[in-house]
């Protein structure tokens, strides 16, 4: 199975799933970079800066690419609330500006955590979920070739794929919810 | 409706993001975009576990020590498809969302039995008081009760009704507050509201009655209404003592002074979202927002700026939780909050002065 490490390092590219994540890896970029140094309760606050502006759009507008507007919306709000931040804590500057993604040791402990968390995760789950899981997100592999390669119906992948995302988000939660107000507590660890 | 349910209904949602975004994945119509766009523009909690899902996803692309997992995977996978199923299903993990259907079901059967316990509490009140059944809410609390006849009454916070049932006539009279009714169909038997002197009547549908400092307003959920504004002969203007029907979607105020308005369409899925304990708002003033908390909730909002008061808002909120409104109001619109006392905030103006535009 290292072929799937391989495929990592040649990219992702080879016509595979351009969907979901030729957005995510662009615009959607800094806000999830952003996501991981905020309060959870600043990003339920971006959800609903970005609710508020969905609102506000026309209806056909949205419906002819409903993710890239989401994505951008998001975009735009997270770098508003960079700057809003920004002057509130003016002393906090250089963290919340904007870095590209992985620079700096913050950056690569914050991964490091964000890791840790989501391999504990991860273990909660049956190994073909997992399977799945890798398949998908890591390999960006189409829900045909996961089916063909597990040996299940597609409607199978796709639901196995709902009931991990739920029990990683629930168990991915639950280890930010207790180390979460405390983010003080979290960095003298 | 205690705090179990947020969890239980984020994990729902959660799941809901992750089944659309598996959705959009394989096939988009644009119907199906359609429904999307309106899922999104439902609840902002919706937009969060969207955003969370695509935040999941993409740390799992990124993810490193993925073979390190891959080695507890047997190599002969197609033994694998049985087991693991069995496993996962029989293990979860202690705060895994309960997504499965037999969960689902569970969950609203429990959500159901617990609604039929207020129902019970309630139609035990109720028989107490037969004739003329006097009810009252006080502020933050919400009562939900099931009259003889089937019809189920949803009563705001601080209001007052009461309710006189007779074989030839359901009556019931609003005296202060909001309520919705379910009117079980009964041919030989009207439901008449009567507030302010201004009557609502009803054979078989769903529809809420709220009285005002100003006047009522009568909106339908459900079916058709008649409504009979105040009686013409005792007012002045003289105008409109006709009965005027009201469809599903629909509203009409009448004015303490006898003046009503034309019936104008409405947002149903947010008129009627407090009997939810949701606060939907589009496009109302801060002042009226800071009313439906206030009425609903024992921690009062103040505010003190005018013009914040006069600025219009929109957004979906918890009923229950005066504070997140007000955190709102603070990250929007740069107010300034200061809690008094438990009971009480003040929210004073934006710091700079601000362009009374919605909220950015």
């Known amino acids: ?46 959800a609903q800066e970005v609710f508020l502006r969905l609102l506000r759009y026309d209806r056909a507008e949205l419906v002819s690419d409903p993710k890239a507007y989401l994505f951008k919306i998001a975009n735009n709000v997270a770098s508003e609330w960079t700057m809003r931040a920004r002057q509130r804590f003016p002393h906090n500057s250089d963290w919340l500006a904007e870095v590209p993604p992985a620079a700096g040791p913050q950056e690569d402990w914050e991964r490091e955590t964000h890791e840790v968390a989501l391999h504990t995760a991860l273990q909660m789950l049956s190994p073909r979920a997992r399977e799945i899981l890798r398949l998908h997100f890591n390999e960006e592999l189409t829900y045909e ?29 639950h280890e930010r919810s207790s180390s979460d107000a405390p983010i003080v507590r979290r960095a003298s660890k | 409706m205690g705090a179990n349910d947020i969890p239980h209904r984020r994990a729902h949602i959660a799941a809901e993001a992750a089944e659309w975004a598996v959705r959009l994945q394989s096939e988009t119509s644009v119907e199906m975009r359609g429904e999307f766009v309106d899922w999104l523009r ?9 955003l969370r899902f695509a935040e999941t996803a993409a740390a799992l692309g ?17 033994d ?48 107490r008081y037969l004739g003329d059944i006097v009810i009252t809410t006080q502020q933050a609390e919400r009562r939900e009760i099931t009259l003889a006849d089937g019809s189920v009454v949803n009563i705001a916070p601080d209001s007052s ?29 009207p439901f008449v509201v009567t507030s302010d002197r201004t009557q609502v009547r009803a054979v078989g549908t769903a529809f809420s009655v709220e009285r005002q400092r100003d ?29 005027i029907s009201l469809r599903a979607n629909e509203q009409l105020s009448v004015s303490t002074s006898g003046v009503t308005s034309r019936p104008h369409t409405i947002d149903g899925h ?61 990250a929007a619109a740069g107010a300034k909050a200061v809690t008094v006392t438990p009971r009480e905030i003040l929210v004073g103006a934006p710091s700079e002065q601000d362009t009374p535009s919605p909220a950015h």
């Open chain 2, 62 to 78: 990124d993810f490193t020590r993925w073979d390190e997992h891959i080695s507890s995977l047997l190599p002969e996978a197609a």
């Open chain 2, 161 to 189: 009704l009461r309710i006189h049932l007779t074989s030839t006539e359901r009556a019931v009279a609003l005296d202060r507050g909001e309520a919705l009714f379910h009117v079980a169909k009964d041919k030989h038997r």
């Open chain 2, 270 to 330: 947010a008129e009627f979202a407090w009997a939810e304990s949701q606060l939907i708002f589009e496009n109302n003033s801060v002042a009226e927002v800071v009313r439906r908390f206030n009425s609903r909730n024992r921690l009062q909002i103040r505010i003190l700026d005018p013009s914040l008061a006069s600025r219009p808002v929109s957004g979906v909120f918890n009923a229950s939780d005066p504070q997140s409104f007000v955190s709102f109001l603070e």
């Open chain 1, 145 to 173: 070739s996961i089916a063909q390669r597990m040996q299940v119906s597609r409607r199978i992948v796709k639901r196995e794929i709902v009931r991990s995302y739920s029990a990683l988000r629930a168990s991915l939660d």
């Open chain 1, 1 to 46: 199975m290292a072929h799937g490490v391989e495929n990592k390092m040649l990219g992702r590219s080879a016509g595979k799933l351009a969907d979901w994540f030729g957005e995510l890896r662009g615009p959607l970029r800094r806000f999830l970079a952003l996501r991981r140094r905020v309060p959870r309760g600043d990003v339920e606050d971006i």
């Open chain 2, 42 to 50: 439902e609840s902002p909690l919706h937009v969060a576990e969207m």
């Open chain 2, 80 to 127: 694998d498809n049985v087991v693991p199923l069995s496993l996962y299903s029989t293990r979860p993990h202690p705060s895994s969302p309960s997504s499965t259907p037999v969960r689902k079901l569970l969950r609203h059967t429990a959500l159901l039995a617990a609604s039929i316990g207020v129902v019970a509490v309630g139609a035990l009140f109720v028989s």
């Open chain 2, 215 to 243: 006047g009522i307003v009568i909106t339908v959920a459900e079916g058709v209404v008649a409504v009979t504004p105040k009686n013409s002969a005792e007012n002045a203007v003289g105008a409109a003592s006709s009965v």
